[in-house]
């Protein structure tokens, strides 16, 4: 991955995150590797989309242990189960993927696009990297949220 792949990928695990904080670092980052706005915005798209399948994700199992109607949106619990078809097929945009379900604790989200990604041919080397990536954003937010509590 060049600098401002990895800064992509670390804008997806911010977002993913939910730390503002990163996402304004990543996007100046990415802006001074040479970045557009419209790689920029494919990344955030792309990490909102796995923030809200990990949302209906769990609203479902919660809602099947409770033994209760599912209450997450029907388009969403639908598409739950599997890769959202705005999802970019593309290298980057499963790198991304990758790195925001791991930094929203979503393991099934996370399978699914590490196969999606070992599918389109993308190097087991770059998929641990973009999962190293998600490991420093996430310790980074985390330890951002401890100072203000």
């Not at 769990?58 to 099947?64: A, K, L, P, T, Y």
Request: aromatic share 4%; charged share 25%.
């Amino acid at each position: 991955m060049n600098e401002g792949e990895v800064e992509l990928v670390s804008i997806g695990a911010s977002i993913a995150a939910g730390c503002r904080h990163c996402l304004t670092v990543h996007v100046r980052e990415a802006r001074k590797w040479g970045v557009s706005d419209r790689e920029i915005q494919s990344a955030m798209s792309g990490a909102l989309q796995v923030r809200e399948s990990a949302q209906a994700i769990m609203e479902r199992h919660g809602s099947r242990l409770l033994k209760l109607k599912i209450f997450a949106r029907e388009d969403q619990a639908q598409s739950a189960d599997r890769l959202d078809p705005a999802t970019p097929a593309t290298r980057i945009g499963q790198l991304v993927a990758i790195a925001s379900s791991f930094a929203v604790n979503c393991t099934q989200s996370l399978e699914q696009h590490m196969s999606s990604a070992r599918a389109i041919g993308v190097p087991e080397d770059e998929i641990e990297k973009a999962l190293d990536i998600s490991r420093f954003v996430k310790g980074k937010a985390d330890s951002l949220c401890c100072k203000w509590v």
